[in-house]
């Protein structure tokens, strides 16, 4: 699986968008990028996957350049409930195994 | 919506003891994981299965066996528990990957174990 970069801490404004980038540049072409979130004592929890295109679903937005070598999380109008780990990860879709990295810390404040 | 229940959330175990640890899937899914979590170290995969009776090693086996009769069920053993398996587990499950099913992993909420 290709290996992803993020930054180790971010902070938001209540009810202003969050944008988690992530960097993925030794991405091949059938990987995806998934996005995983985990609030704290918690299991992680599925958000929301993408190949080429952009995806939205009722949780959030992934953004993926055109080269596939980044992406942005994007939630629209962040909660306080939104704060966890937010984790980017890239694997092949029939692949059975996910490896998670250190992810992003999301501080939503109000 | 998938439901992976994980036996207990807190377990206090002592050194030597044989401790196990079960997981259920209420999806029908093929796949079955244990990872653990500790700080500064992220998630680690312990074993997977893929079907009933079937098994693989993850990253770090080692003190660990695990065991699926059936296909709901995946329990991990902790043949005899040590300090060092001090550690949140995680249980998840998925659908086997085709090219549409994307590999999406379903978790529980953890088993917070203390060995002491």
């Known amino acids: 699986d290709a290996k992803t970069t993020q930054p180790p801490s971010m902070d938001c404004a209540e009810g202003r968008a969050a944008n988690l980038p992530c960097n993925h540049s030794?991405?091949?072409?059938?990987?995806?990028v998934y996005w995983y979130r985990q609030i704290h004592s918690q299991g992680p929890q599925y958000i929301i996957h993408?190949?080429?295109n952009n995806e939205t679903n009722e949780m959030a937005s992934l953004i993926i350049t055109e080269d596939r070598k980044s992406s942005t999380l994007i939630l629209p109008h962040a909660t306080l409930r939104d704060t966890a780990v937010y984790y980017c990860?890239?694997?092949?879709?029939?692949?059975?195994?996910?490896?998670f990295g250190s992810g992003t810390q999301l501080t939503v404040l109000p | 919506d998938v439901k992976v229940t994980q036996s207990s959330r807190y377990l206090v175990k002592r050194t030597g003891e044989k401790v196990f640890l079960e997981c259920v899937q209420d999806?029908?899914?093929?796949?079955m994981f244990w990872y653990r979590q500790d700080p500064g170290l992220g998630l680690r995969l312990i074993y997977f299965?893929?079907?009933?009776?079937?098994?693989e090693k993850g990253d770090i086996p080692e003190g660990y066996s695990v065991s699926r009769e059936k296909k709901e069920r995946f329990s991990l053993i902790l043949e005899s528990a040590s300090t060092n398996q001090t550690s949140m587990y995680l249980c998840?499950?998925?659908?086997?990957?085709?090219?549409?099913?994307?590999?999406?992993?379903?978790f529980g909420a953890g088993t917070r174990l203390s060995v002491l």
């Open positions: 299965s893929y079907d009933v009776k079937m098994k």
């Open positions: 998840a499950s998925s659908l086997t990957g085709t090219s549409l099913a994307k590999n999406i992993q379903y």
């Open positions: 993408g190949l080429k």
């Open positions: 030794t991405i091949s072409g059938n990987e995806y």
């Open positions: 999806m029908d899914h093929e796949n």
């Open positions: 990860i890239v694997s092949q879709g029939s692949a059975r195994q996910l490896t």
